[in-house]
């Protein structure tokens, strides 16, 4: 079964330029999250989505959206970007379902997508 | 507000010698706690998840506690390899709507 893919790997942009990655889960997996991963601050919760419907939001900027197409692909664009957003970008995927009670599923990590804004 | 904290920040240990690494969590209400491993340049990779009512998991060297009551686990790393050279990142699950904490990892040397 292949695993997480994430498409760019690299990326370089310039200040104000928006950027869209790209990301392709697990055959069957439906949840999709986002994390935004820098040296300072860790792993942070972007968004997850189930289903093309955005599930959960962290504590981003509107310049931070997502969306899932029906084949459980998902996309992720930053607006307006400042050499903050330079970062790893990670996306996972996990059967988990919304509604049941199960919810432990395991998540599994793409390889990212390394942001970088000049 | 809901908090991860791991502890040490980074630890260097020599190969073959155990080692654990602690977290302590705020967050509430509890669903589940994971631990995982992360190498260089790649993403994160699960290697435990346990519920309220689990105290240990193991994962092949690795194995997990975890203490409801005081809200602490461990991740208990034996006969350590060189290939266990990593960040090793706690995550906890809030109850209901399932958004997950992170801590800011420990990140661990193995030197021969």
């Known amino acids: 079964k292949a695993g997480v893919t994430q498409t760019p790997r690299y990326l370089i942009k310039t200040r104000g330029q928006q950027v869209t990655l790209s990301c392709s889960p697990i055959?069957?997996?439906?949840?999709v999250s986002w994390y935004q991963q820098t040296p300072g601050q860790g792993l942070q919760f972007l968004f997850e989505?189930?289903?093309?419907?955005?599930?959960n939001k962290g504590n981003f900027p509107g310049r931070f959206s997502g969306r899932q197409f029906s084949n459980s692909r998902s996309e992720m664009n930053v607006s307006t970007l400042e050499l903050g957003d330079s970062a790893l970008y990670l996306c996972?995927?996990?059967?988990?379902?919304?509604?049941?009670?199960?919810?432990?599923?395991?998540?599994?990590f793409g390889p990212g997508t390394r942001l970088l804004v000049l | 507000k809901n908090q991860v904290e791991q502890s040490p920040q980074s630890l260097i240990i020599l190969e073959g010698k155990n080692c654990t690494l602690q977290?302590?969590?705020?967050?509430?209400?509890?669903?589940?706690l994971r631990w995982y491993k992360q190498d260089t340049g790649r993403g994160p990779v699960s290697l435990t998840i346990?519920?309220?009512?689990?105290n240990t998991k193991s994962n092949g060297r690795y194995t997990a506690t975890l203490d409801a009551d005081t809200k602490q686990s461990s991740l208990h790393i034996t006969a350590s390899q060189l290939s266990d050279s990593a960040s090793y990142i706690c995550?906890?699950?809030?109850?209901?709507?399932?958004?997950?904490?992170f801590g800011t990892g420990t990140r661990l040397t193995i030197i021969p």
């Open positions: 995550v906890v699950s809030n109850f209901g709507n399932e958004k997950l904490t």
């Open positions: 989505y189930f289903s093309e419907t955005q599930r």
């Open positions: 996972a995927s996990s059967s988990k379902s919304f509604g049941l009670a199960k919810s432990e599923e395991t998540q599994y």
């Open positions: 055959s069957g997996h439906r949840s």
């Open positions: 346990m519920t309220f009512s689990e």
């Open positions: 977290c302590n969590y705020t967050v509430s209400p509890f669903s589940n």
